[in-house]
């Protein structure tokens, strides 16, 4: 699979103001293909996983579970992407290493059909946190 739009995910990323834009491209080009979950390996990441705990407690306030999460890893690229599901809501994440930013992209509620959507950076964990992990 070519990998280099990849490229322009991570323009969008950085420069596009509509984050559902930025979503369907991944999903239209990356997230369904068996091909490209493939590309990567599994992986854990301390800090990712904090910045999406907090944009999770953001989006929804303290009630919210974080009931399953798969990081996958693209080395050559520093892409870090995933699925969650966060209180029975369905949503995933997508993350670039080298540009330290990313974003979520998590149902309102359980299959609404509404999406919420945050774009996040490492410096979003709040200090308290950061020094934790």
């Known amino acids: ?5 990849l490229q ?41 996983d904090a910045l999406i705990r907090e944009i999770c407690h953001q989006l929804f306030g303290d009630a919210f579970v974080i009931q ?25 994440f997508i993350y670039f290493e080298d540009v330290r930013m990313g974003m979520v992209a998590i149902e309102e509620a359980p299959r609404n059909g509404r999406v919420k959507y945050a774009r996040f950076a490492d410096s979003t964990i709040p200090k308290q946190n950061a020094q934790n992990n």
């Open 1 to 5: 699979m070519d990998l280099k739009q």
């Open 8 to 48: 322009d995910l991570k323009h969008k990323l950085l420069r596009e103001q509509s984050l559902s834009t930025v979503w369907e491209f991944y999903m239209d080009n990356f997230a369904d293909l068996p091909e490209f979950i493939e590309e990567g390996d599994r992986a854990e990441r301390e800090i990712l």
């Open 68 to 92: 399953d999460t798969m990081t996958i890893y693209i080395p050559a690229y520093e892409f870090y992407h995933g699925p969650l599901l966060v209180s029975d809501r369905i949503g995933g």
